[in-house]
Each structure stands twice: as structure tokens, then as C-alpha cells.
Nanobody, 112 residues
């Protein structure tokens, strides 16, 4: 499955960004957004099932919203009230992830 994440950028703390993920197929029942900061492991930030059930890591709950357009093989991550600690490369993949499907991700940088 090919996955293309986009929508990252540089934003000031408190700002918002919307990430998009285009998937070549809807093979994954559960899709997720992951992030990896320099020198840190890649963490699952949010996930959504094909029926729309969502869950979030504690540090983003209430600020981030994941959504999914099953018909068009798209997954989104609306990020509000961004903090410098949210700075990372963001990736989309299935949950559990397919090691062959990691794309290049999209860089999110939050300045203080």
C-alpha cells in the first residue's frame, strides 16, 4: 500500500495545521497517524477504524482530531493548539503498521 502524507509546515505555538494522507487502497481496517521527533521513537498519535472509532495518545487528546474518508482512501489529522513538543515528522500507516508502507512523512515544526 502506498501512503502519501502532506500538509505539514512551520507554525507558531497555538496555531493549527491539517494533515492529509492519501492511500492507494483501503487495505487497513484501522489507520493511524504516527510521529517521530529527532532522536526519539516513532509513536502512534491517533487512530481511526473503518467505522469511525477513534483513539488518541494522551498528550494530543482534545487538541487533535483524526478523520477518514473511506470512499476516497483519505485520512486526515486536524491539529489545533499546537505546542513545540508536537514538532516531528508525521506519518500515516495502518495499525499495526506495514513496514513496507512508510512514506517520507510530512514535517511539522512548531515554534515557541
Amino acid at each position: 500500500v502506498q501512503l502519501q502524507a502532506s500538509g505539514g509546515g512551520l507554525v507558531q505555538a497555538g496555531g493549527s495545521l491539517r494533515l492529509s494522507c492519501a492511500a492507494s487502497t483501503n487495505r487497513f481496517t484501522i489507520m493511524g497517524w504516527y510521529r517521530q521527533a529527532p532522536g526519539k521513537r516513532r509513536d502512534l498519535v491517533a487512530r481511526i477504524s473503518i467505522t469511525g472509532v477513534t483513539s488518541y495518545m494522551n498528550s494530543v487528546r482534545g487538541r487533535f482530531t483524526i478523520s477518514r474518508d473511506v470512499a476516497n482512501n483519505m485520512v486526515y489529522l486536524q491539529m489545533n493548539s499546537l505546542k513545540p513538543d508536537d514538532t516531528a515528522v508525521y506519518y500515516c500507516n495502518g495499525v499495526p503498521p506495514d513496514s513496507n508502507s512508510w512514506g517520507q512523512g510530512t514535517q511539522v515544526t512548531v515554534s515557541s
